[in-house]
């Protein structure tokens, strides 16, 4: 299994936010973690990406570059397109000095013609949409030519024909380079277009594991109260996030 979770453990201020937690996700699935705010799901993707230390627990993850495509893009505001997306290739050590200038450019024009923005590469952060941000933070993402990507809110603050854009190319990413995805999300379209298995987190635990036809169907307390966005039912909500 390219990703195994077992008995994962994370701790803040007193407050298990992961309590034991295993799942695993098999090659070229596309794993979806839902819950409402507070529920753990980002921790997961920055623990597995090596950007959090967990406390306790077993990770097991095959041979491959992990890619993360960040809530809000992540894209260095000073640098163009086309140093953003080559960025890695250009900074780590096992890319470094590996490609010349004209592969470089080479390797960014078909990243970006994957996500429909060829000819962009001079522009700056500031100079696209919030939509089109998403799409470069995708093409950044998959130059590495990872096993495995991860998605922390990939349509977090885009109108529905944006999201749908970027589902779009989730769903082609998968296909065109058979990673291995996990996608933390709470939005209903992303879930049920992009997910074959569903997980939803709730005070550190695994409430509900199954497609995302079995999340819809609301047949438990925690899945009805998800798909229906309510206040009423087992996860309390407090003004400053999930209890």
Not at 192 to 203: A, E
Not at 223 to 233: D, M, R
């Amino acid at each position: 299994m390219p990703i195994k979770v077992e008995n994962l453990t994370k701790e803040f201020n007193g407050r298990k936010v992961l309590n034991n937690i295993s799942f695993e996700v098999a090659t070229g699935e596309i794993l979806s973690i839902v819950g409402f705010s507070g529920s753990g799901k980002s921790t997961v993707l920055k623990i597995l990406s090596g950007l959090l230390e967990k406390d306790s627990g077993n990770i097991t993850i095959d041979e491959g570059d992990i890619a993360m495509v960040f809530q809000y893009s992540a894209l260095f505001d000073s640098l163009n397109v086309f140093d953003n997306i080559s960025f890695a290739l250009q900074e780590r050590k096992e890319y470094k000095h590996k490609y010349t200038k004209m592969q470089l450019k080479e390797i960014v024009a078909k990243s970006l013609a994957t996500v429909g923005l060829s000819g962009i590469e001079d522009k700056f952060p500031y100079e696209l949409s919030g939509g089109m941000q998403k799409r470069v933070s995708l093409a950044r993402a998959i130059v590495t030519k990872p096993a495995f990507i991860l998605y922390d809110e990939p349509t977090a603050g885009l109108d529905p024909v944006a999201s749908t854009v970027i589902e779009d190319y989730i769903l082609r990413l998968r296909d065109e380079t058979k990673a291995t995805s996990i996608v933390v999300t709470h939005q209903m379209s992303t879930i049920t277009r992009c997910s074959d298995k569903v997980i939803m987190l709730y005070d550190g635990n695994i409430v509900f594991r199954g497609t995302p036809e079995e999340l819809c169907k609301g047949e438990t307390p925690y899945t009805k109260q998800f798909i229906t966005a309510s206040t009423q039912g087992p996860m309390k909500i407090a003004a400053s996030g999930l209890i």
